[in-house]
């Protein structure tokens, strides 16, 4: 299991310490495959993007109006998190859905 995230986001935090064994990987440093990212849009087209995020806020209309995937592959931090891929499943988010589906409490 993968969880791909950030350092510093809260949630992934939470996301990685109720799942020990998922290896992190930060999306800023390492960044994510490009298969998984049209993966996980194709699966996700309506939340794959954080419109709340800081980085969102800091483009241009311009900018905003660019294809998700373009935008994500440029400013990977743009992406709602965790994505965590699980065998050929993907959850993004951590919400009580996704908790249930990896049998967290």
């Known amino acids: 299991m993968k969880l791909y995230g950030l350092k510093t986001c809260d949630t992934c935090r939470k996301a990685l310490k109720s799942l020990p064994d998922a290896v992190f990987v930060d999306v800023r440093k390492d960044g994510v495959p490009e298969v998984v990212i049209e993966r996980a849009y194709a699966q996700f087209p309506d939340k794959f993007l954080n419109t709340r995020s800081t980085t969102w806020r ?37 919400t009580a859905d996704v908790k249930s589906a990896l049998g967290v409490a």
């Open 58 to 94: 800091s483009l241009s209309e311009d900018e905003r109006a660019r294809p998700p995937l373009e935008l994500v592959k440029e400013h990977p931090s743009l992406m709602k998190r965790p994505l965590i891929e699980t065998g050929d499943q993907l959850y993004l988010g951590w």
